[in-house]
T-cell receptor, first 111, second 117 residues
Framework: QKEVEQDPGPLSVPEGAIVSLNCTYSNSAFQYFMWYRQYSRKGPELLMYTYSSGNKEDGRFTAQVDKSSKYISLFIRDSQPSDSATYLCAMSYQAGTALIFGKGTTLSVSS | GAVVSQHPSWVICKSGTSVKIECRSL??????MFWYRQFPKQSLMLMAT?????????EQGVEKDKFLINHASLTLSTLTVTSAHPEDSSFYIC?????????????FGDGTRLSIL
């Protein structure tokens, strides 16, 4: 079993839809949880960063961490064609350590 | 704007050539930088952790003599792929964090696409 599981999709939605992306993980020692957006041939861009459990909201994006279920989610409201990209979840055990990534979910938002 | 700059963005070279990739933190001091590799439609896989002023720590299966990492200053780390072969063709990405925030969260460069002919 991989440490971080993420459905690669692809996921196709119409403009304005609410998008739900998620990852599961196996190691309860993870404490830092991140969501990155990656456009083709570009490096990952940090979207959301959460320490431990809870919710975090930033504009159209909401990140949720449920450590009891080992499950994290990213919600995108009012999705736009410019949101079309690959979304990567990432996590780490402690501050200063490298990230362990999910495989990424490819999202396509059609206008 | 970008906080981590990576150069070059794309390299095409002949088999046997050595290639150097630079990773710079633009507006902060990065005590630790990380080097990842990403194959098409795959996720990022950690290659090595680069600490300023000391030897890099390599992940299992990554040849340290082939992938030379130097982190001589708090704003610059370099990855040199020595005697590159076609199987080394990949997307190489660095990331950095600032020690003030315990290296979290990490910001990534835009990656270097390496194509070995």
């Amino acid at each position: 079993q991989k440490e971080v599981e993420q459905d690669p999709g692809p996921l196709s939605v119409p403009e304005g839809a609410i998008v739900s992306l998620n990852c599961t993980y196996s190691n309860s020692a993870f404490q830092y949880f991140m969501w990155y957006r990656q456009y083709s041939r570009k490096g990952p861009e940090l979207l959301m960063y959460t320490y431990s459990s809870g919710n975090k909201e930033d504009g159209r994006f909401t990140a949720q961490v449920d450590k009891s279920s080992k499950y994290i989610s990213l919600f995108i409201r009012d999705s736009q064609p410019s949101d079309s990209a690959t979304y990567l979840c990432a996590m780490s055990y402690q501050a200063g350590t490298a990230l362990i990534f999910g495989k990424g979910t490819t999202l396509s938002v059609s206008s | 704007g970008a906080v981590v700059s990576q150069h070059p963005s794309w390299v095409i070279c002949k088999s046997g050539t050595s290639v150097k990739i630079e990773c710079r933190s633009l507006d902060f001091q990065a005590t630790t930088m990380f080097w990842y590799r990403q194959f098409p439609k795959q996720s990022l896989m950690l290659m090595a952790t680069s600490n300023e002023g000391s030897k890099a720590t390599y992940e299992q299966g990554v040849e340290k003599d082939k992938f030379l990492i130097n982190h001589a200053s708090l704003t610059l780390s370099t990855l040199t792929v020595t005697s590159a072969h076609p199987e080394d063709s990949s997307f190489y990405i660095c990331s950095a964090g600032t020690a003030r925030n315990n290296n979290q969260p990490q910001h990534f460069g835009d990656g270097t696409r390496l194509s070995i002919l």
